[in-house]
């Protein structure tokens, strides 16, 4: 167990419909980064947040957007859904400081169908 | 697009033997991270290795790294069906900033019992 928990773990939506997607830090940890994983690919970089604000940005569409929480929980919101859209999508904290990055712990994801 | 690329894509080995696994990345790197995944499911991290490391050891792990071919390997000695999983390669740019890590394509292992 990492400590971080994503919500829900399976979900159909239908094209054109919007999804909001949770995640819940590690305790103590102030950062965490959305990534999509098609199937039999490697997870992409969606984007990350650090202490409520964005802090980096993969080659993603302005219609995936995100929000971090004080308490440091996240959202992903996805607008106007798209079928090639249905991935696994993992969130990640870490603890960001002054040094070069560090270890990221990663939640169960969860599992996106678009029809 | 992917930075790294692991390589074999699919490898597929007797309990017992040992698993080499390669990434290669394209641009300077600040670290290497070797992640597991079963079945589609969250990641594992296993095992950072710096730039300015060379090897790194963590129990049947061996991680190596090669900054001048720009190219790290995973060892997982004694097999166990318990390692059959996805292997991928992550690497963290250089000069820090934020945390974003790049995920190569993966290597799919399997053990046989």
């Known amino acids: 167990e990492t400590g971080v928990t994503q919500s829900p773990t399976h979900l159909i939506k239908t094209r054109g419909q919007q999804v909001t997607l949770r995640c819940s830090s590690q305790s103590g940890h102030n950062t965490v980064s959305w990534y999509q994983q098609a199937l039999g690919q490697g997870p992409q970089f969606i984007f990350q947040y650090y202490r409520e604000e964005e802090n980096g940005r993969g080659n993603f569409p302005p219609r995936f957007s995100g929000l971090q929480f004080p308490n440091y929980s996240s959202e992903l919101n996805v607008n106007a859904l798209e079928l090639d859209d249905s991935a696994l999508y993992l969130c990640?904290?870490?603890?960001?400081?002054?040094?070069?990055?560090?270890?990221?712990?990663f939640g169960q994801g969860t599992r996106l169908t678009v029809v | 697009s992917q930075q790294g690329e692991e390589d074999p894509q699919a490898l597929s080995i007797q309990e017992g033997e040992n698993a080499t696994m390669n990434c290669s990345y394209k641009?300077?790197?600040?670290?290497l991270q070797w992640y597991r995944q079963n079945s589609g499911r969250g990641l594992v991290h296993l095992i950072l290795?710096?730039?300015?490391?060379r090897e790194k050891h963590s129990g049947r792990l061996r991680v190596t790294l090669d900054t001048s071919k720009k190219s790290s390997s995973l060892l997982i000695t004694a097999s166990r069906a318990a390692d059959t999983a996805s292997y991928f390669c992550a690497t963290g740019p250089q000069g820090g900033g934020y945390q974003k890590v790049t995920f190569g394509t993966g290597t799919k292992l399997q053990v046989i019992p």
């Open positions: 290795i710096r730039s300015n490391e």
């Open positions: 641009t300077s790197i600040n670290n």
């Open positions: 990640a904290s870490s603890l960001a400081g002054s040094r070069s990055n560090t270890e990221a712990f």
